[in-house]
């Protein structure tokens, strides 16, 4: 007698529970014309100065960011700025929009938010979104009405930001060190596990704790302003 072996049960998402997903996936590719490559956030500076030289150094000078900067002010600026969104409230787009650009701290990091929101609104644009009337220009902003138009539910959303964050960094970190692929995925690999706590941090902080200072990145940007030779932009 032949033995019948159990097929077990596939079971298929439908389209509708994927969709979001993809679109997720789409705006936090790296490929995504934005410009994200072409800025290391002081990162070129730190290197150069001597102030990181090997994996652990990347990945600490990482992990100082992600449970800082990223965890207590731009995931809970994402947070309102999707939640504003979702509500239709122009109003609010427009002064966390200009919160966001308030909190970078020089001239590299204003630069930069400007120029990835333009691209970012004009690429959102051209996929036929119906026009945004708060006429928001920061990469967040851009961000958040993306996930909204498509349905990415906030945490979602949270997760996806900062993994490209982390992804954007740790690839400039494996040009500018220089690093190993293997090494970078590492780091990912290791840093990705607590993205999630990152999220949580985020969520749990009310409008008048936002915010973080970080003095050896501003100090880092600054002086990648006037760096003499350098592979990112200023």
């Known amino acids: 007698m032949v033995a019948v072996t159990h097929i077990p049960t596939i079971t298929i998402m439908s389209i509708n529970s994927v969709q979001p997903l993809l679109k997720l996936l789409q705006i936090t590719s790296p490929s995504l014309p934005v410009g994200a490559f072409s800025?290391?956030?002081g990162l070129e500076w730190a290197v150069e100065a001597g102030w990181l030289s090997d994996k652990d150094d990347l990945q600490q000078w990482l992990q100082e960011q992600l449970d800082g900067t990223m965890a207590q002010q731009e995931l809970p600026l994402l947070i309102r700025l999707?939640?504003?969104y979702q509500l239709?409230?122009?109003a609010s787009i427009r002064l966390w929009?200009?919160?966001v650009i308030a909190m970078r701290e020089t001239s590299e990091l204003r630069n930069e938010e400007h120029h990835r929101g333009r691209a970012l609104t004009t690429l959102i644009n051209n996929l036929g979104f119906k026009p945004d009337e708060s006429n928001a220009l920061s990469q967040l902003s851009g961000f958040a009405r993306y996930c909204v138009h498509e349905q990415v539910s906030l945490q979602h959303g949270?997760?996806?930001y900062a993994y490209s964050w982390l992804d954007n960094q740790v690839t400039a970190g494996i040009k500018l060190v220089p690093l190993g692929q293997s090494q970078g995925q590492s780091i990912l690999y290791q840093l990705?596990?607590?993205i999630q706590h990152a999220v949580e941090v985020a969520l749990s902080i009310p409008n008048d704790e936002i915010g973080y200072a970080s003095p050896g990145l501003a100090m880092a940007s600054s002086f990648h302003e006037v760096q003499?030779?350098?592979l990112f932009r200023s």
């Open 158 to 160: 949270l997760h996806g």
């Open 82 to 84: 999707y939640n504003a």
């Open 192 to 194: 990705g596990d607590d």
């Open 228 to 230: 003499y030779c350098r």
């Open 88 to 90: 239709g409230d122009i």
């Open 39 to 41: 800025f290391s956030q």
């Open 97 to 99: 929009d200009q919160t």
